[in-house]
């Protein structure tokens, strides 16, 4: 069984929707492609899964591509401090390089 | 007059009511990573480990520099450390404290050595992937010449408190070279603090043992799996008199060493999944203070032997829940009970000490934790590892103590690979996951599963099964003030 969904390029990143899909690998199949503007989700359903479950998967794949969304913004965010707590937490261990 | 002109700098003397009021973005977002709790809620958590419940509105106001600074959610988020201003800006020396502190043990390696003194055993569990049914001492025993040089790597470890674990096969089975070890160790091990435990199923227990381990300070470890059929069932032995002897023995431990020397674990079987409040009561009507409740290792002899099908992990986190909640009730009672795999996750939330159990750590607690010395010398960096090698895949084989130096096996490829690998701060899905100091990273599972130190994280048992017991937890602390305050002793025996 397939099914589609398109997502905008400008409001949404390949690497969300990536890591959207990798998260529900063991449920589903997905392949990204661009299209214009959009990026399609093509999606592959085990044969038993009911239609239900599909829309089901399909309305959670979306919850999860916006959580992705706001990862990558609290990564870009917060990517300077986390490299700067580790640096300072790890620097009196012997375990960084430079010691 | 609240308003007086100050002459030329044009400005007044008191500033509006909207100067005071605070700009809702000037706060700065500290590393952090969240999970889906449910379609509302989500659980987020910091460098340190700390977690905190929110809302979906919450979160998406937060991380769009959108939070109201009076309201809770910002004052949490304050506290624990996601986020700084002017009022919180101890918060990231804070955490780098917290976290330089989660990961000292790493440099205090390895704490916990396990010699298998003899694989003759006397049971003959179906589950068991190393035990013999053999009189030949020569064939499975450890030799004095072999202990030695076991011996020599233990001391060697960086650890200065370090812990032999004598196992089996049922290793009063070879008491002697308990002794030996016993002796030697303690004749050479300087200023380390070395301890001792005898894992044994206590059916060849006697006065004469007993004596020497209170005289050496050795504490016991056994197995009990719950009611007389149940662990008869799973532990056969000539005479079916597993449970009887398991019992007497406990007993017998207690009056000579003491009602803390002897501790008890537990293998799940099929048979156990609908059993789990009578194996509670079993546990609670030997006096135990809790109980582990830990899965059958789905490889090996587990899934080869037709009596003792597999279980798949939404069977066995029904049994844990079932569990979990049954202790729960007891604990609302009055009878204080304990479910350790609980408490170890939980010591992970609330404080900054690793407890160091070897599935639950990233890097991989293999040789960092622990390492084993097998009855020939060959030494494996876990218990499973060496069941895996039993089953005839040796990829975790490290070397052998007889022909190898401590630095050849510790730098083996055997090892650093696994750990390197599987280290989740790089895993697909785990780098991202709110769940990842929870957790663990355990390459030997995995390998032994999926074939491959890492896995795709969606199909992994392990992570599926973990990921649901960490939300499970949050969930019922979110629910119940009395099991918040119940887990948070779990999580912190010594505050």
């Known amino acids: ?99 | 007059m609240p308003f007086q002109r100050q002459g030329l700098q044009g400005m007044s003397k008191f500033q509006s009511v909207e100067f005071f009021k605070k700009k809702k973005n000037e706060y700065s977002l500290l590393p952090f990573r969240f999970e889906r709790l449910d379609n509302q809620r989500r659980v987020l958590t910091n460098l340190a480990g700390e977690y905190l419940v929110i809302n979906e509105g919450e979160l998406k106001a937060f991380v769009n520099h959108a939070l109201e600074e009076q309201s809770d959610a910002y004052i949490n988020l304050r506290a624990k450390h996601f986020l700084v201003d002017e009022k919180s800006e101890v918060a990231k020396e804070l955490l780098e404290i917290k976290l330089r502190t989660k990961y000292s043990n790493l440099s205090e390696f390895t704490a916990l050595h396990m010699f298998v003194v003899t694989l003759r055993c006397e049971h003959s569990c179906p589950y068991c992937q190393v035990s013999r049914q053999s009189d030949d001492k020569l064939k499975f025993d450890m030799t004095e010449e072999i202990a030695d040089k076991a011996i020599d790597f233990a001391l060697r470890s960086p650890a200065r408190a370090i812990k032999i674990e004598f196992q089996g096969g049922e290793p009063l089975l070879n008491f002697p070279i308990i002794q030996y070890v016993v002796e030697e160790a303690n004749r050479r091990k300087n200023d380390k603090n070395v301890s001792y435990v005898i894992a044994t199923n206590l059916a060849l227990i006697d006065e004469s043992i007993l004596k020497y381990c209170k005289e050496k300070s050795i504490q016991i470890s056994t197995s009990l799996d719950g009611p007389e059929d149940l662990h008869n069932n799973n532990r056969p032995r000539p005479g079916k008199n597993s449970y009887e002897k398991a019992i007497s023995g406990i007993k017998m431990v207690r009056e000579h060493l003491g009602v803390d020397s002897v501790s008890a674990l537990m293998t799940t079987t099929r048979s156990s999944l609908n059993r789990v409040k009578e194996i509670i009561d079993e546990y609670l009507a030997q006096d135990m203070e809790g109980i582990f409740l830990r899965p059958l290792s789905p490889y090996g002899f587990a899934l080869k032997t037709k009596s003792f099908k597999a279980y798949g992990v939404e069977e066995w986190n029904k049994f844990y829940e079932q569990g979990l909640e049954y202790i729960i009730e007891l604990n609302k009672k009055g009878v204080a009970f304990k479910e350790y795999y609980a408490a170890t996750i939980l010591a992970k939330m609330f404080t900054s000490q690793d407890p160091g159990y070897v599935d639950l750590m990233s890097p991989a607690g293999i040789g960092i934790s622990a390492i084993i010395y097998n009855y020939d010398g060959v030494v494996y960096p876990s218990d499973e590892s060496r069941m895996l090698a039993e089953m005839g895949d040796k990829s975790f084989r490290l070397g052998n103590v007889l022909t190898n130096s401590y630095e050849e096996i510790f730098l083996n490829e055997a090892l650093l690979g696994p750990i390197e690998e599987s280290f989740a701060y790089s895993v697909p899905m785990c780098n991202e996951c709110a769940f990842e100091d929870y957790c663990g990273a355990d390459p030997v599972f995995h390998h032994g599963v999926h074939k491959d130190f890492v896995a795709r994280k969606p199909e992994s048992q392990f992570c599926n099964r973990n990921m649901s017991i960490f939300k499970y937890l949050i969930n019922r602390m979110e629910s119940d003030q009395f099991v918040k305050e119940l887990f948070m002793k779990w999580g912190q025996p010594h505050a």
Request: charge should be negative; glycine fraction near 4%.
């Open chain 1, 1 to 99: 069984m397939k099914s589609r969904l398109l997502f905008d390029e400008n409001v949404y990143s390949i690497e969300a929707l990536k890591k959207a899909s990798y998260r529900n690998i063991a449920n589903y199949s997905v392949v990204i492609k661009k299209e214009g503007a959009q990026l399609e989700c093509l999606f592959s359903f085990p044969v038993k899964t009911s239609d239900e479950k599909v829309l089901e998967y399909l309305d959670d794949f979306k919850r999860e591509v916006l959580d992705q969304d706001l990862r990558e913004i609290i990564k870009r965010e917060t990517e300077g401090v986390r490299n700067l707590i580790l640096s300072h937490a790890f620097s009196k261990t012997g375990l960084t390089g430079d010691e």
